[in-house]
């Protein structure tokens, strides 16, 4: 069992920057994600942020977040991060990582959760206006 720790998560102004931090077992993904739970949503309401591929080094973004958030991994595939620029109130939300399992496919099905085998807890990001 594979497991992830996030860590990074505050209380920022709009225009603020947080970077989230994934931790993880060195080369145990085909592919990291975040996705993010709004306030007052459920756990099948999660949205996907943002993903890498462990191999490839492929990046892929939702709309909303593109030119805002980089995500990015270190060379021994034990953190994966969420760098947030320019933050707004509509980022608040728990923010997840997620893992795909290591000899899976990485690609353009990144969004669908049901990829993801293993989740982290967790890590809460407020935006005020």
């Known amino acids: 069992q594979v497991q992830l720790m996030e860590s990074g998560g505050g209380s920022v102004q709009t225009g603020g920057s947080l970077r989230l931090s994934c931790a993880t077992t060195?080369?145990?993904?085909?592919?990291m994600a975040w996705f993010r739970q709004g306030p007052n949503k459920g756990h099948e309401e999660r949205e996907p942020?943002?993903?890498?591929?462990?191999?490839?080094?492929?990046?892929f973004y939702e709309d909303s977040v593109k030119g805002r958030f980089t995500i990015s991994q270190d060379a021994f595939k034990t953190m994966v991060y969420l760098r947030m620029n320019n933050l707004r109130p509509e980022d608040t939300g728990m923010y997840f990582c997620?893992?795909?399992?290591?000899?899976?496919?990485?690609?353009?099905?990144?969004?669908?959760?049901?990829?993801?085998?293993?989740w982290g807890q967790g890590t809460q990001v407020t935006v005020s206006s």
């Open positions: 060195a080369n145990s993904y085909s592919g």
């Open positions: 997620a893992a795909r399992p290591r000899f899976s496919t990485c690609g353009s099905r990144w969004a669908l959760p049901e990829l993801y085998r293993n």
């Open positions: 942020v943002a993903a890498i591929c462990a191999g490839s080094g492929d990046t």
